[in-house]
Each structure stands twice: as C-alpha cells, then as structure tokens.
C-alpha cells in the first residue's frame, strides 16, 4: 500500500473506511447510485474458465453463495475438458466459445450474456468477475460488492495474500503497475487481479477490453481516465498461482506481452488526446 504524503491523502492511500482508492479524500463513484426502491440490487458472478472442470464446481457453489448474487454465469472460453458440464451440474448459467478467445473475450461475453437477461424496470445488475480457479474462496469476493452498491467507487479490485507456491518475479506486475500509474496517477496494489466488481456503466465505458491478459491493465487507465474511481479491497482468495516452471514462465511471458501491448495503445491515445485536446 501506498504511503501517505505529507501534503495528506494521495491516490491509492487507505481512506477513511480503510479501502486504498484512486480518489481522495471521500471517494465519489460516477455511476449513479441505484435507486432505493423496492428491488434489491442484484449482481451476476461472471466466470470465465478454459479448462476448470477440476475447480469451477466449487468456484461456482461459492459465487452462489454470495449475497447479492442471483446470477452465476460461466463462460467457458472453449475448454478441452468438460468445464462447461461440472459447471452447469453445479448451477451455474453456462455459455461456451467454440474456440477458445483469451480472457477479456470471455469477458465481454460474459457481460453481454447478463445484460440479455437485466430487465428494463430494474436497475442493471453489478457485475462481479471471478476467475474459475478460486474453488471454495470465491465466496471471499463478496467484500467487493458493498464499495460499488454503496456509490463509493465504481469499480472495487481484490486484493490477494501471498500466494502458496507462486513464482513470479513481479516482473509483468512491476511494468503494469508502473504503467498505470504513469497514465492515470495511481499506482495499485495488484495491477493485473483479475475479480472486480464493478457497475454496468463502468464496463461500458472500459469497452472495447485490451485483448487477453492486458484486460484488467486497460479497464483500470480506461475508466480512470474517464474519471471513474477504483478501490482496492483486501479479499481472502487462493488461486492457482503460476510457478516456476516453463509453463509458469510462458505463462507470464504472455501476460507481459499483452500488457505492453495495452499499455502501448493507450500512451498513443494519450499522446494523441494531448495534442487534439480529446484526451
Ligand atoms: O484463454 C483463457 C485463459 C484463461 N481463462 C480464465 O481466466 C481466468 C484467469 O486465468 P489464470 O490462468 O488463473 O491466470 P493467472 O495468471 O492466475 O491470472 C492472474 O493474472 C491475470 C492477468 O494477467 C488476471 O486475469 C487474473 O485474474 C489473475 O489471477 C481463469 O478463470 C481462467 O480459466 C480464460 O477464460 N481464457
Ligand atoms: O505470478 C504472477 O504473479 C504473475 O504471473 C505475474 O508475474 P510477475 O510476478 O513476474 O510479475
């Protein structure tokens, strides 16, 4: 977490309720809040899974369990193994590409899918990304609701303990990290976590999604750029961490290269906003 300057709060400091944001003092969301009608405001747990049929039965069991949650969706990114099947027995809603596309594609599936089934005279759903390799601790991400219903941020991050057997040398992390900050002024905690809840209005305004694992470095410079406010929560989540070995280090090689190239696009649409004016 960021240290404070003397000046008082900065970006990314804990505020008053203990959450890091990147906004202060007294973080405003600019979604509308959702009308305090007679409805409560649901959310919909959007999965995208390649290959979890030995996780995602509990991932989803977990997201279902989740207060708020009325929808469980998974995506099945198109899987080798018989995700989509555990999946449904499980009690999910089950959508599936017939190839597999990266995960921001398995996103905005994912978000279209929901908002088929939002209807007009409720407010749309918040939506809740969860990966499909958190098993049992995916009910932990239920923290990340309560900053977005309350209208604090717009979008609310998890943030991870330390990891059993993770390998990474925070390269990828270190230069996503680093790129966000320059561009937006913040400088999160754990740039690339990938479950975030956040409003149907924020995910609008973060589409087109960087392609494949530049997708959480693009939504956060997006929707801050927009003036759109984050929030980093402590959540207690264990996921498959990527070790040491080459599928490890090809892994990560991927999610570098997929940063630059969201990071790459959006230095040239600064640049380009600098000089029109339409930053
Ligand atoms: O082509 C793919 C590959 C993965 N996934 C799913 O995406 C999620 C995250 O993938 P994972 O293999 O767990 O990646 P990690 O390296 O653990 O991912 C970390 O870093 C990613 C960004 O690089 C973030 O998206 C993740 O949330 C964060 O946990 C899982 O549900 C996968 O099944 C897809 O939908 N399509
Ligand atoms: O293992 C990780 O945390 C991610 O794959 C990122 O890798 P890094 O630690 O090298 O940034």
């Given at each position: 977490m960021?240290?404070?300057?003397?000046d008082?709060?900065?970006?990314g400091?804990?505020?008053?309720?203990?959450?890091a944001?990147?906004s202060?003092?007294?973080?405003?969301?600019?979604?509308?809040r959702p009308?305090?009608?007679?409805?409560?405001q649901r959310v919909?747990?959007?999965?995208?899974?390649?290959?979890?049929?030995?996780r995602i039965?509990?991932?989803?069991?977990?997201?279902r369990?989740?207060?708020?949650?009325?929808?469980?969706l998974v995506?099945?990114d198109?899987?080798?193994?018989?995700?989509?099947?555990?999946?449904?027995e499980?009690?999910?809603v089950v959508v599936r590409h017939s190839?597999n596309r990266?995960?921001?594609?398995?996103?905005?599936?994912?978000?279209?899918?929901v908002g088929?089934r939002?209807?007009?005279d409720?407010?749309?759903?918040l939506?809740?990304?969860?990966?499909?390799?958190?098993?049992?601790?995916?009910?932990?991400?239920?923290p990340?609701?309560?900053?977005v219903?309350?209208g604090?941020?717009?979008?609310a991050?998890a943030l991870?303990?330390p990891?059993?057997?993770?390998g990474g040398?925070?390269i990828v992390?270190?230069a996503?990290?680093?790129?966000?900050?320059?561009l937006?002024?913040?400088?999160p905690?754990?740039?690339?976590?990938?479950?975030?809840?956040m409003?149907?209005?924020a995910?609008?305004a973060?589409t087109?999604l960087?392609?494949?694992w530049?997708?959480e470095?693009?939504?956060?410079?997006d929707?801050l750029?927009?003036?759109y406010?984050?929030?980093?929560?402590?959540?207690d989540l264990?996921?498959?961490?990527?070790?040491t070995d080459l599928k490890?280090q090809?892994?990560?090689?991927a999610?570098y290269?997929?940063?630059?190239?969201?990071?790459?696009a959006r230095?040239?649409r600064?640049?380009?906003g600098?000089?029109?004016g339409?930053?």
């Amino acid at each position: 977490m960021n240290a404070q300057s003397s000046d008082g709060p900065v970006p990314g400091s804990p505020d008053a309720a203990g959450y890091a944001t990147s906004s202060v003092p007294d973080p405003v969301a600019k979604s509308p809040r959702p009308p305090a009608g007679r409805h409560r405001q649901r959310v919909a747990a959007i999965i995208p899974a390649k290959d979890e049929s030995r996780r995602i039965a509990e991932t989803v069991r977990a997201a279902r369990a989740i207060p708020h949650v009325d929808l469980v969706l998974v995506v099945d990114d198109g899987s080798d193994d018989n995700t989509q099947d555990v999946a449904r027995e499980a009690g999910a809603v089950v959508v599936r590409h017939s190839h597999n596309r990266g995960k921001a594609a398995a996103m905005e599936t994912g978000a279209a899918v929901v908002g088929m089934r939002d209807v007009a005279d409720r407010a749309a759903r918040l939506l809740l990304f969860i990966d499909g390799d958190l098993s049992g601790s995916a009910v932990n991400t239920a923290p990340l609701i309560a900053p977005v219903l309350e209208g604090v941020a717009d979008i609310a991050i998890a943030l991870l303990p330390p990891q059993p057997g993770a390998g990474g040398r925070g390269i990828v992390v270190g230069a996503a990290r680093r790129g966000i900050h320059r561009l937006t002024g913040w400088t999160p905690t754990q740039p690339l976590s990938g479950m975030r809840c956040m409003t149907r209005q924020a995910f609008e305004a973060a589409t087109p999604l960087a392609r494949g694992w530049g997708v959480e470095t693009g939504m956060t410079i997006d929707l801050l750029r927009q003036g759109y406010v984050a929030v980093e929560v402590p959540c207690d989540l264990r996921h498959r961490a990527s070790g040491t070995d080459l599928k490890g280090q090809m892994h990560r090689a991927a999610q570098y290269r997929d940063v630059q190239m969201a990071l790459a696009a959006r230095r040239t649409r600064a640049a380009v906003g600098a000089v029109t004016g339409r930053g």
